[in-house]
Every structure is written in C-alpha cells, then in structure tokens.
C-alpha cells in the first residue's frame, strides 16, 4: 500500500507542484491550503505516514501545526518547507520537532530524497517500536510461565512436606495431628507479628517439619510409654540435629532447616542441641516455641487430658524471659483465643480448645510428646 502524504501550503501553485512530484514516485497525496486545514484533516481520523508543511502561512504556522500534531501523531515525521534562508528558523523547527527542512526553490530528487530518508525513519521507529512491545510481551508471557512454574513447584514440595509430616504423626501416633496444628498456631503468630508472607512461609515450612528427625529415631525410643533414661533422652535428643541434617541439602529449605535445627532452644540458652540464647535463636524457631507449647498444653495425651487455653497462656506468660521471646509472648498475649480455637476446628485436630475450668493438674508438658 503505497504511503500517505499531506502537503500543507497557502500557495496553491506549490501544493500542485509538489503533490505532481510525489505523485509519479507512486505516493499517494493530500493537499492542505493552511495550517488549520491540515489540522482539521488530521483529527478527522485520516492516517498519513509523512507530513511537508510550508513554514510560513497566515492562522497557524509550520511550527504551530507541528507543535499541535507531533504528540498526538508521533510516529508521523514532518518536514518543514520553507523560503527563508536563514537557517536559525529551520534549526528552530527541527528543535520543535521537525524531521528535516527543504529550502525553496528545490529539485525533484532532493524533495525525493528527503521524503525517502524520513519514511526510512519512520519505518524504523515503528519497527523498533513494534519490535520492543512484542519483546516485552513475550519477556511477561516468559515471565508469567515460569513464576507459574515456580508456583506449580513449590506446590509440588509443599504437597511432598505435608506427607512427610503426616507421616511422621503416624510414626508418633501420640502426637497424631499435630504438625498441622502447631504449624497453623506458628504462621497465626506470625502475622500477627506483621511478618512479611514470604518469611512466614518459610517460618511454616520449618514449624511443620521441626521433628523430621524423629524419623531417623527408633520405635522403641520414640513410642516407649514410660519415662526415658539418660541414654535414650540423649538418643531423642539428637532429633534436631538429625532433621537438620535430612533438610539442609535441599535448597528449597535452607532457611527452614536453621528453625528444625533450633526448634528446641530456649530463650535463656538452656535448651539443646547448641544451648543458644536470645536472638541467636531464629525467630522462626522463637515463634513455634510458643506455638508447640501452646498446642502441648491444649491437646488430649495418654498420661492427661487436654488442659484450657487459660492454662496454656498462664504457662507460657511464666516461663516468658526463659523459654520463651518475650517480645513474642507479648504478640501471643494480645492474641484473641478465637484465633486458636477456630484454627484448631479447621485443622479438625482433637476437638475444640477446652474451656475452663482446669482439670485437675498434672505434670506440664512444654512439648508435643512430653519427650525432649
């Protein structure tokens, strides 16, 4: 399709002229005999791909009509003719915006030449413009299939986690639910610490594997009923280094493994495996102690029945400063009880919370399993 070129002039000898010149090149032509002609015939909606403008003409100059047209027609280059030779007028109309200048008189080959660099021009922004929207489109497409990838993969290791972590409350069958329960407690707190989503993510990953390594330790130890000796406490002890161990190696969990490897810690660096203290613990790790105490306290085991969630708070408010963060005990406190309850409906873990009153006492157990 050949281009489209509206020739503005008040002479209309010169518009003939021109428009005759181009014409036998094979572009097609339209003539405008002033300045708010051509600008009427251009917000009419007509599409040219070049514009030649006299420069001086009565109502609106060259370089008022370039000033009106070159935002809204950006990719239409114009082309200033005019008979004043002074070149400071045509710096100042390509300053405005102007393609090029021809100076009256001119040859046909240099009017050819001129309108044959600028169309050049003009097809090449548009290509390179084109070229650009369809990079970016096909950069987001790109983008959007592989965040998606991402996704699909990281549901795909969540989906693996929630079945080792069920599988491990069937190794335990005591402790049965509780992963699920102590992981929703964990990332509960931790919104409510105003944590960033992708921090509570990895802060559930590792409250839901925190006994991973649990797997790696025998039946009889892990299930025995009655109290454990020195030896088999120092056996069972060894379930964190152990979970660490399985999870560090996958990259997807590194930071999780740090909360597995902690999760037993206390905030007065009297717990195990390294005796950390304060904010050498890893909040995440900080954040599930309560959790898995709160969740401890307030589940049925075979030596006790599940104790009110008035208990459990009362717990962890005294042990605040030794077991526990008391910048997150301070978070949990403010914590309404519905929170839990409702959490705990949804898990379906052991019924409700129960409400007072407490039922007679019996020896507290500040971790799932009443083990270490």
Known sequence: MPDRILVVDDEEPIREIVASMLGTAGYVCKQAASGMEALAILTSGEEFELMLSDLMMAELDGIGLLERTKERYPDMPVVMVTAVHDISVALAAIRNGAYDYLLKPFEREQLLNTVSRALENRRLKVENRTYQTNLESLVKARTDQLQQALRDLERSYDITLQALGDALDLKDRETEGHSRRVTAFTMAIAR?????????ATIARGAFLHDIGKM????KILNKPGKLDDNETAIMREHCFKG???VKK???LTEASD?????QERFDGTGYPRGLKGKEIPLGARIFSIADTLDAITSDRVYRRARPMSAARKEILDW??????????EVFMQMPDEIFEELRRAIGGQGEIPPPPEPPSDPLARSASGKP
């Open 320 to 329: 605040s400063g030794r077991q526990f963060d008391p910048e997150v005990v």
């Open 192 to 200: 409510a610490m105003g944590l960033p989503p992708e921090e509570v």
């Open 259 to 263: 909360i597995i490897y902690s999760h």
């Open 216 to 219: 790696a330790i025998p039946d």
């Open 244 to 246: 660490y161990q399985i």
């Open 250 to 252: 996958i990259p997807f």
